[in-house]
């Protein structure tokens, strides 16, 4: 449903573009935290499994969506996606603040004593 009144276009290409902005930089983002929390021996298996997850995800993502929408009706899909899609794995990628320092330091202090690559 619409809010009452609708509200300007300008205010929704602008709410779009920063939500398309804001989209597209976890990508990037997930691959450098992976690159450095990684020793070199893994780094290759650790960002292939990331790239599999996200191709899946960009495939599989739209079907079950449609699906949702065929049998639960567009605003109850767009709700379910968003609570459990969107806020879930926002809160995963919050997580990372906790843990990216001292996986980066235990890999760093692992590459300077010569045990790594």
Known sequence: RLPTPTPAMWVVCCVAAVGGVVVNVTGPCVRAVLVNV?????????LAVFNLCDDLGRGFGPFLVAILILSQGREQAFSMTITFGW????????SIACFLQDDEE???SRLKDGSGA
């Open 106 to 108: 235990a890999v760093q």
């Open 87 to 94: 806020v879930l794995c926002g809160t995963g990628l919050a």
């Open 38 to 46: 990684n020793h070199p021996e893994t780094r290759g298996t650790a």
